[in-house]
């Protein structure tokens, strides 16, 4: 029974109903019934030619997805030394090293076979706090997972069938933890929540099975749609929020439910005072509210009553509090919210401190303390990248993000500007890819193979303003950015629509790559290229042998306008207009380029016009009248004969040379978008099909109609490009609707992080910070060795260097090599060799070998073996020293000196002016104490803080 609850878990979706038994005795009309919606979902695929379905179903085709961008409204778990924090990140809990910002695991529930993880996400995670090595996480598909994350091991599975929002715990409960649930309301009420006390012992207990029912759950208490959920440090209180009320239980009497205190504000954060029996919530409207209302007195009270409680009120911010926190010592309160600025206020005086531009709004907060480090505060930005703030400098130490979102994802509200675009480009030369950054007016360059945020490029400098009053602020906004074949160029549009108060903005700003720096340099601007219309599109020439670069925009003034470089003998050279032409006042909505830049195509709204881009002269002029309108126009092939015209749901394929359609397809969908092949006669075409989060992808060839293969997957897509980082025959690369980062082509393998498994986390992995004394002093000599030292390293890693490598070693400069207290014991022992000791056999010891006479004391001791020494031979070495060492007399002591100064000396002179010579080899006894002779010179105080002159002599 507690292996098939399991897998109802894993094999159904988010539960709709508490009516579970129907779900068991339904399980074959679901299977019936997802094999129905398959056949369904292919339906729309047999509509087109049967030789072009068969293709469809083919396994060669795949995608995979490079990188994920999920934003987590759960605050950061630090582990209780510091060095790591738990993120969830969808279906699984990554683990982060707070120093490097690397992801060094992944914990991931395993899955059956087909199950889609979308539908089962982890909401909550606690640590055990009975086990600090375990973390006890919860999903929305109602399970509760106990892991080792040292080991990485799943321990343990509890199967609660209700959706999960929030998990707290504490070690006055054993074995027991509190979690928010939410269940369908009465007559489609919506859905409520109800807090259960769930304890982690099987109901099973002789079961093998890692999954197993709960033995006892208990029902606290109800709320509606829980915000937050969480323990006093004591443990004598169990708190909640939800909508306008905080809900307050006593842990001696949870028997009783909760007591509800009502805010005038809906609440949106939680958090408890570390110290004191109070806690604080942020609101909608931005104001923190420390509620006082847990005494002795509320025990006795009625529960289930809603009251008013005394509250303490601070407000500075203009829009609802993401996040609040309090410092270790309860000292300090921390708030952040859409502003993107952290608040820090001073509770015993009301004063405040801020961390201004922190680059994004801030969903969460954490504080840490590393073991021998300072406080610091985790901001977990909207964009999906983690802040570190010392508590100390209130500044910025280090940011980690692997992929920013686009604040229209991140806001859920699509942009108000017409026709919007998604910049997306491959730049060769670095292997990296140009996105959409988390603020519009930005560009993020991407490294997939490293999965590393290489940089950002600010396009058009704007305030990080949040919103005026409740009215979003319009930016200029990045629309295209395209690069040149070389990959030298890069070509951005940014345009703000006008309103009442702003007036209109477009720009087309041309930026040089310095292959040096490894930046983009800001090399023309130009205002308004097409007036106070928009512009529709951009393409670069290929700039071949005879063909100068050239660059093409089309505008909706109905210009199609083209931009050459000029070069100027004494200063930069720059880019201007070359020349505008249009055609019968047609606005045109794509350009693109012949591969030997000897041909431009324009595609206007009823026909395609190919013009010579030296002479501007209309060439040829393609129409067709059952295709509807044209929407773009691509050549296809490494000779370009061919021109692929799509419109939006009929592609025509044209033959340049022979001037006539050589096939026309019907897409069962909207075409989305047109990728051709670089090289070869073969193009993909991205529709829409079914439902809206669902596209068909199909590769077609210019010798037929018929599709090489298709393949249908559950993405929408913003944009898609050609993304040639890949080995495979036709590849492509797409930012889905969801802001995901994905790569379609044949067998694609992408190299995943080392931490995107489930791995054994070593206890030493993460290098440690230095304190402040050893920023001042230096580290101790004394001190432990750092993480992964010698004795721990590989053989091949710690071996010394010898011969042909050790004279390389200081051949690089200074400031490139490590330490030389890395380098010494390991460079030495490549020179320096130990003795071997020679074994003698047993023969050779007893004939050559004299043996000591017994009267003669033993000058030397063997390792090997020990001997007993007696009173006598004892006796006899005291009086040894009685008779030949304390009777001799020194000719002149020579006076100990203590911090510098000679004792017995006034102001650091010695009461004789000139010592007397002493012979060398000669021992100065003074008080039985042995004093190495020193050499004829008079005798000179020692001061600290001075360095001794060398020798001239």
Partial sequence: MAASGVRQAH????????????????????????????????????????????????????????????????????????????????SSVRIYAATTGKVVSTLSIPRPAGYDDASDTVTCAVLNPHNAFQLITGSSAGSLAVWDFLEATLLQIIDISQPIHHICAHENFKDSVFVSVSRPGKKGGGEHGIVLQVSLKPAEVASQSTAQKSSQITPVGKMRQPVGL???????????????????????????????????????????????????????????????????????????????????????????????????????????????VLVIWQLHTGKREFVPRVGSPIKTISVCTMTGGEEEYLL????????????????????????????????????TSRNSQTPLS???????????????????????????????????????????????????????????????????????????????????????????????????????????????????????????????????DGNAKTWRLHVAKDAEDFWVARSSFNFQNEIPSHVSWS?????????????TVLFDPSTNLVRHTLASPECGDFKASHFIGKAGRYLAVAGPVDLVLWDLVDQ???????????????????????????????????????????????????????????????????????SLVAITHDWRLVVLGDNVSVAKDDGAVSRAMMTDSAPQRRTLFQDIFGKSAFGEQPSGSRSDLPASTARPWTGHDASQVFDKAAYQMPPLEDLFDSLMAGFLKPREIEVLPESLETEDVEMADDSEPALLASAGGSRQVDEAEMGAMVDLFKSHTLKAKATQ???????????????GKTPHSHSTPVRQNQIAVKKDVLVPAVADTPSIPMVNGKKRKKSMG
């Fill in 595 to 607: 591969p030997d830049g000897s041909l431009l195509a324009v595609t206007l709204p009823h026909r």
């Fill in 11 to 90: 094999e159904i979706p988010l539960p709709q109903s508490p009516a579970q038994p129907k779900a068991h005795k339904s399980a074959s009309s679901r299977k019936a019934k997802g094999k129905a919606k398959e056949q369904s979902a292919a339906a729309p695929k047999r509509r087109v030619p049967p030789p072009a379905a068969q293709p469809s179903s083919s396994p060669s085709w795949d995608w995979a997805s490079l990188t994920d961008s999920l934003v987590s409204s759960v605050p950061p778990i630090f582990t209780k030394d510091g060095s790591h924090f738990f993120s969830l990140v969808g």
């Fill in 380 to 415: 977990g930005l909207a964009d999906a990248t983690y802040t570190f703030i010392g508590a100390a400098s209130l500044k910025i130490s280090r940011s980690y993000s692997r992929l920013k979102l686009d604040p229209t994802a991140i806001h859920n509200a699509p942009s």
């Fill in 426 to 556: 491959v730049h060769t030369l670095t292997s990296t890819l140009i996105l959409p950054s988390s603020h519009p007016s930005s560009l993020q360059i991407y490294s997939p193979i490293s999965s590393t945020l290489i940089s950002e490029l600010e396009v058009s400098p704007s305030n990080r303003v949040s919103r005026r009053d409740e009215k979003p602020l319009e930016p200029c906004r990045v629309e295209q950015a395209i690069l040149s074949p070389s990959g030298d160029w890069l070509a951005t549009i940014d345009a703000r629509e006008g309103d009442e108060d702003l007036h209109g903005e477009s720009y087309l700003k041309i930026w040089w790559w310095d292959r040096k720096a490894g930046f983009w340099i800001l090399n023309t601007r130009v205002d308004r290229p097409h007036g106070l219309q928009k512009v529709t599109d951009v393409a670069f020439s290929p700039g071949s042998e005879g063909h100068p670069l050239f660059l093409a925009t089309a505008g909706g």
């Fill in 660 to 730: 006539r359609v050589r096939w026309h397809h019907k897409s069962p969908g909207p075409i989305r978008a047109l990728v051709s092949h670089p090289r070869e006669d073969t193009f993909a075409v991205v529709s829409s099909v079914g439902e809206r989060v669902k596209s068909r992808i199909a590769l077609f060839s210019v010798n037929s109609v018929k599709a090489i293969k298709a393949l249908t997957v559950p993405l929408n897509f913003r944009n898609v490009a050609w993304y040639p980082l890949v080995p495979s025959t036709f």
């Fill in 893 to 907: 002591p020579v006076p100990s000196r203590k911090n510098g100064v000679t004792n017995g000396a006034a102001n």
């Fill in 230 to 340: 969480t323990f006093s440090p004591n443990g004598a209180w169990l708190v909640g929020i939800s909508g306008h009320k905080a809900y307050v239980a006593s842990s001696a009497a949870l028997s009783s439910g909760f007591t509800k205190y009502v805010s005038p504000e809906r609440l949106t954060c939680l958090a408890f005072h570390p110290t004191e029996e109070y806690f604080a919530t942020g609101d909608e409207k931005g104001c923190i509210r420390l509620w006082y209302c847990l005494n002795d007195e509320q025990v006795h009270k009625p529960v289930g009553v809603e009251k008013k409680s005394q509250t303490a009120i601070m407000h500075w911010h203009a829009h609802a509090v993401s996040s609040v926190a309090f410092t270790p010592n309860g000292a300090y309160l921390l708030s952040g919210g859409e502003e993107s």
